[in-house]
Nanobody
């Protein structure tokens, strides 16, 4: 079994910052891409940012220049630094990773349970 556990969500004022963390644990051989998605109730889940094992990143246009994704491969952890937060960033943020488990050839997609970020004054 592989689990992704997120932390760092909460309430922040507009213009403020938050840092999300997501740690993968379990029987892990390797991790390919890791990413962050977000979803508001009643809407589709959308990509926020993704990072390859080598550190190549890609961002949604709505967060470019404000959010930074990074990862620590030794700790199987991905981070999302969110600056200049806006009320429209309010959402549940989900961690995502493609994980290869020990003794298994294929990568499987794994999701975290989600963490709520609320941007409000």
């Amino acid at each position: 079994q592989v689990q992704l556990v997120e932390s760092g969500g909460g309430l922040v004022q507009p213009g403020g910052s938050l840092r999300l963390s997501c740690a993968a644990s379990g029987s892990i051989f390797s991790i390919n891409n890791m990413g962050w998605y977000r979803q508001v109730r009643g809407k589709e889940r959308e990509l926020v940012a993704v990072i390859t094992p080598g550190g190549t990143t890609n961002y949604a246009d709505s967060v470019k220049g404000r959010f930074t994704i990074s990862r620590d491969n030794a700790k199987n952890t991905v981070y999302l630094q969110m600056n200049s937060l806006k009320p429209e960033d309010t959402s549940v943020y989900f961690c995502n990773a493609y994980v290869r488990r020990n003794y298994v050839v294929a990568y499987v997609e794994v999701w975290g349970q989600g963490t709520l970020v609320t941007v409000s004054s």
